[in-house]
């Protein structure tokens, strides 16, 4: 169907809504199956005054735009009007045969889920608000529904996904969490085989916790390994303990049932008020500290420290915590040696330097977070032929208490 990305927008009269069908439709919504979807979008569409509309949910690597209509294709994010919508979070009017389709993005909180496609025949500020609305509602959907439908999980699949990185994922926060204070994004590789590497965040009232990991080997145990010692730390802080008892909670969990096994990592904690980072470094490669487009060298550096698990005569004594100002602005990197130990084609790794300069490029460009790290694990699978040798993961979080 040719497409053009022109904008268009045309100014027309408001119209009634049938305020009961709507009502029903949303409350019919709430013990709607996945599947049913659709169908259900569609019949909202049509009370709202709009033509027809299409979800289209954002597969596990962030390349494609798949539709829950399964007569639909998908659709490529770095090269379709539906991927403009995706990657700026803002919306898109092109041109069709049959009118107009406006491309809406699909936003849980501060995570990407997708793009809404709504077809219309004109379009003016009325059925632009509308759409905006319908988008709303359905992201809320889809995240309320995806928590225990598998359906949703296999049709944002491509690949088929091994055991270790199924029970691994099943312990994973959304890619993307925020307040208007503070955001944190991460990306991990590969997807459908990562064994060891995992993620965490989470805001808590006006505190940002973060934790990236990575635990020896890459098997089930490697994969059982990480996830203990996330339930740990969740398990620590949910209790409301802080960071040094996250920490602990971590070493004893894997000590007691996992004795054999160990993982690096960090876990921070940044006072989204204050600015005040906390960290502690388990044997982990150092956070950075990105500040006006520069990487401040060795800001987040401090003494080494033994990683997690750590069990007899190995066990550690006191973890230490470390602590620093933020400044506006100021974005945090957490990363595995997976990413900067990548190998292209002449042997040659893709290193600290490249990686760094990407996500600084990347940010005066005006990219989003989430953004800056889908186009850098893009580059980094590029660089290694899209067969990574070890898992890769990086997690972002940026201090804005601008935006406030």
């Given amino acids: ?3 053009s990305d022109a904008p268009h927008q ?14 029903d439709l949303i409350i019919e919504a709430q013990t709607a199956l996945p599947v049913e979807l659709p169908a259900l979008a569609n019949r909202c569409a049509s009370v709202l005054g709009l033509d027809a509309v299409a979800i289209y949910l954002v597969d596990l690597q962030q390349r494609l735009l798949v539709p829950l209509d399964e007569s639909l294709e998908p659709l490529v994010v770095n090269r379709s009007s539906a991927g403009w919508a995706y990657r700026t979070v803002a919306p898109r009017v092109a041109e069709a045969e049959d009118g107009l389709i406006v491309w809406m993005p699909l936003v849980d909180g501060s995570e990407r889920l997708g793009v809404l496609a709504v077809r219309t025949a004109s379009l003016d500020v009325v059925r632009m608000r509308r759409s905006r609305i319908l988008a709303h509602l359905l992201a809320m959907l889809i995240t309320s529904k995806r928590a225990y439908s598998d359906w949703l999980a296999a049709r944002t699949r491509t690949a088929t996904m091994r055991l270790p990185a199924e029970m691994l994922r099943a312990f994973l926060p959304p890619h993307t969490v925020g307040s208007t204070r503070c955001v944190s994004t991460a990306v991990l590789e590969p997807a459908y085989d990562v064994a060891g590497d995992a993620f965490d965040h989470s805001v808590v009232k006006n505190v940002l916790h973060t934790m990236i990991l990575d635990s020896m080997g ?59 980072l906390r960290w502690v470094n388990c044997g982990h490669p150092p956070p950075l500290l990105i500040r006006a487009e520069r990487v401040l060298a060795g800001a987040l550096d401090s003494p080494p420290q033994p990683p997690l698990g750590l069990a007899g005569p190995f066990a550690p004594g006191a973890r230490k915590v470390h602590e620093s100002k933020l400044e506006p602005g100021d974005c945090v990197l957490l990363y595995t040696d997976g990413v900067v130990e990548a190998r292209g084609a002449d042997g040659a790794e893709f290193g600290l330097d490249r990686f760094t300069d990407f996500i600084i490029r990347s940010n005066a460009a005006g990219q989003r977070p989430a953004e800056v790290l889908r186009l850098l694990i893009e580059a980094v699978l590029e660089y290694q032929c899209d067969r990574l040798r070890d898992d890769a993961t990086i997690v972002l979080f940026e201090w804005r208490p601008q935006y406030q």
């Fill in 1 to 3: 169907m040719p497409v």
């Fill in 10 to 23: 045309f100014p027309g009269p408001d119209t009634a809504v049938d305020e009961h069908g709507l009502e």
């Fill in 218 to 276: 890459h098997d089930l145990t490697a994969g059982l390994t990480t996830s203990v010692a996330m339930a740990a730390a969740r398990n620590a802080r949910r209790g409301g303990g802080g960071l040094a008892d996250a920490v602990s909670a971590v070493d004893e969990a894997l000590a007691q049932w996992l004795p054999d096994q160990f993982c690096t990592g960090v876990l921070c904690l940044l006072d989204a008020e204050a600015g005040v």
